[in-house]
């Protein structure tokens, strides 16, 4: 497994890698951690002639929360996983990096990568889409902010075009009485693709009693991530019980549209996404309040 012979190129500004990528059309690739780019070339998946890499351009990192969360696109999942602002306020957007490979990848692998590799089993994609994520994109001619939603067209397929990059995700901060957590589901617990991953976002009233809000995401429960519309309708002033939780489980495994494959069957799937819908809302609402959590425990006795 030999790299073929390719032309190298580090830009230290936007605007130069925009340039380079405008001059050399097809035949460039961008290269962000590489954890994805650099197998596929060395299983002769991919040979491209020019690599632009992006790690030496300052703009396109960092962490910062001011008013929305603003995330650049060669921010590291390590960096994610460190940040207390993360794991304090968009907790399952950690969870999604936690176990995301190994430290030694996760010290290279990006956010932005992860994003527009557009793989189904991307961990970053859920906890993005249920937080409504937007991502600026950048061209030579002007930038776009495109919602995540519509980001995705089909596997390994993205709304960017050859001449655009993806620059950050900016992500509205959570109501108050909000809690998240994403659950990624997996044959066994190492460095290990997930079969399901499933995101959840509930927004309690007060009181903790009611749903004032809540949001599903899903990733291998379809072509790409959804998010189940129909099971976040049903919750909207449901009361928190746990019944209520196993119905919304049901309703999304019916509006996913899984996928046999080598790795799990589609029914398989859909028997998951039933368990873990009420699962991950246990978690995000211990995050929120062990009190709530408490009594939804009982409640499932």
Do not use: W
Request: charged fraction near 25%.
């Amino acid at each position: 497994m030999h790299l073929r012979k390719f032309e190298y190129f580090e830009p230290t500004t936007l605007r130069e890698a925009l340039a380079l990528l405008r001059q050399y059309k097809e035949e460039a690739k961008i290269i962000a951690g590489g954890t994805d780019l650099l197998v596929q070339m060395k299983q002769d998946n991919l040979s491209p002639e020019v690599i632009i890499c992006l790690r030496s351009i300052p703009e396109l990192s960092g962490i910062e929360l001011d008013g929305e969360l603003k995330i650049g696109s060669m921010t590291t999942h390590r960096e994610i996983e460190k940040s207390s602002v993360i794991r304090g306020s968009f907790s399952l957007l950690t969870d999604a990096v936690d176990n995301l490979g190994s430290i030694q990848i996760r010290n290279v692998a990006t956010i932005g990568g992860n994003i527009c590799n557009a793989a189904p089993s991307a961990d970053t994609a859920p906890p993005l889409l249920a937080l409504k994520a937007e991502v600026e994109v950048v061209g030579l001619e002007g930038k776009r902010i495109v919602n995540l939603k519509e980001f995705f067209l089909g596997p390994n397929q993205t709304v960017l075009t050859p001449n655009e990059i993806l620059t950050r995700f900016l992500i509205p901060q959570l109501p108050p009485n909000s809690g998240s957590a994403y659950i990624k589901h997996t044959r066994r617990g190492a460095m290990d693709l997930p079969l399901l991953g499933v995101a959840v976002i509930v927004n309690l009233d007060s009181d903790g009693k009611s749903i004032k809000e809540s949001r599903i995401a899903l990733g291998l429960a379809a072509p790409i991530p959804m998010r189940a519309s129909a099971a976040e309708k049903f919750l909207q002033s449901k009361p928190f019980r746990i019944e209520i939780l196993r119905k919304a489980g049901e309703i999304a495994a019916f509006e996913a549209h899984p996928r046999t494959s080598m790795r799990t069957t589609a029914e398989y799937r859909r028997e998951m996404i039933k368990a873990l819908i009420p699962r991950a809302a246990a978690i995000a609402a211990e995050r929120m309040s062990p009190a709530c959590a408490r009594e939804f425990a009982c409640e499932g006795k």
